[in-house]
């Protein structure tokens, strides 16, 4: 069984400073894939970035980069130049990989993310 | 744009009847999942199906059914409708079940239940 952690239930930042959103997992399966996504108050599902276990360097996409910690099974998710814009909820999600598994994504319980002037 | 297409994205309804929840996934995904967002149980996976064939079966009630049909759209079938099944319904797509690969998410389908 797969287990995610996502102890942050809010938390705010100012314009242009960066933030860290923090995940941490549980997980049996030897090779797993970590998400994040972000879900604006529109309510659509957005994909941000991936982390494969087995990846050495860690996972960047334009300002989000995955501070991905296999030792400490934490995987999370730093935001640089923080825009008005990011504010939303923010899930943390994995799933296991491997032939025949379900690629199935279990996820946390969020963190709301607010961004202020 | 995910260019994963749900309709409708509104859907208010009495108590015990009976919905149907349509989904257009990427174009050439095989994968489609159901999952449901409500306030206390957060997102949970209700199922999947990979090129018209279930695969995984997650949180789904006995009165939910979906199907995968040949031309890889996904319908989500909810039925003797409670209060407690008014929530936010994802459909989403992936390339390849086996490998793992980004879920793209459609907007959400927003059930009330009345």
């Known amino acids: 069984a797969q287990k995610i952690t996502q102890t942050q239930p809010g938390m705010f930042v100012q314009e242009k400073e960066a933030v860290t959103l923090d995940c941490t997992y549980d997980t049996s399966d030897q090779s797993y894939g970590l998400f994040w996504y972000k879900q604006p108050s529109s309510g659509e599902m957005i994909f941000l970035i991936y982390?494969?276990?087995?990846?050495?360097q860690n996972a960047t996409e334009g300002r989000y980069s995955l501070n991905f910690q296999k030792a400490r099974k934490s995987a999370n998710l730093v935001i640089s130049a923080s825009q008005l814009g990011d504010s939303a909820m923010y899930f943390c999600a994995m799933s296991p990989i491997g032939t025949g598994t379900a690629s199935k994504l279990t996820f946390g319980t969020g963190t709301r993310l607010q961004v202020t002037l | 744009d995910s260019g994963v297409t749900q309709t409708p994205k509104h859907l208010i309804t009495a108590t015990g009847q009976r919905v149907t929840l349509r989904c257009s996934p990427r174009s050439g995904d095989l994968s489609v999942y159901w999952y449901q967002q409500s306030l206390d149980q957060g997102l949970q996976f209700l199922i999947q199906y990979y090129n018209g064939e279930e695969r995984a079966k997650g949180n789904i009630l006995e009165r939910f059914s979906a199907q995968q049909f040949p031309d890889l759209h996904s319908e989500l079938n909810l039925s003797s409708l409670e209060l407690g099944d008014s929530a936010l319904y994802f459909c989403?797509?992936?390339?390849?079940?086996?490998?793992?690969?980004?879920?793209?998410f459609g907007n959400g389908t927003r059930l009330t239940v009345t």
């Open positions: 989403a797509s992936s390339g390849r079940s086996e490998v793992n690969s980004p879920l793209h």
């Open positions: 982390q494969g276990s087995y990846d050495e």
